[in-house]
């Protein structure tokens, strides 16, 4: 399924719950905010100065501060969201048990959207810079699997989106 068409299918309905582990600098949860005013969006992020940014954006938006690496200092319920969104975190500087926790938040035939940083040059650049090195796709798929998603899949970036479709990745996992 093409880039566009995969990020449509999984936006949460309206009045749908949306956790969003990543960073409060993402257009993701305002996209979604805006587009859906009825979803329930939750933010998630260690940094209590991006998670009030986030939240003078989207007034109505639960936050959490805290780290999905410490899920046990979390107050999340399990088998709750729709959709789990990461952007550069979860595939960089997530743990098992921060896979587990994305795995165990969301409902039957809930989906986690994942955007990472691919294995190449451009990718270790941003590494080097962002403290991590790139997992790539094969290793995000391997972990997603091994906690219980299924149909994790990567979704191509097309060339229009270029350079994005360079240095980043896009997986889409689903748990059954």
Request: aromatic residues 8%; contains cysteine; glycine residues 8%.
């Amino acid at each position: 399924m093409p880039y566009e068409e995969r990020s449509a299918c999984t936006a949460p309905t309206v009045g749908g719950r949306t956790v969003e582990m990543i960073d409060g600098e993402t257009l993701s949860p305002l996209k979604i905010g805006k587009e859906n005013p009825k979803a329930k969006i939750v933010g998630l992020d260690s940094s209590e100065g991006m998670l009030r940014e986030l939240k003078n954006k989207l007034p109505n938006i639960k936050i959490i501060t805290g780290s999905f690496n410490n899920p046990e200092n979390l107050k999340l319920k399990e088998n709750y969201f729709d959709l789990v969104i990461s952007t550069g975190a979860l595939s960089e500087y997530g743990s098992k048990k921060a896979f587990s926790l994305a795995y165990s938040v969301l409902k039957n035939d809930g989906a986690l959207v994942n955007v990472g940083i691919k294995k190449n040059i451009i990718g270790w650049i941003i590494g080097a810079l962002a403290n991590f090195k790139p997992r790539g796709v094969k290793k995000i798929l391997k972990k997603l699997r091994e906690v219980g998603f299924v149909d994790a899949e990567e979704v191509k970036i097309p060339w229009k989106f270029f350079p994005k479709n360079f240095s980043e990745f896009v997986v889409v996992a689903k748990k059954k």
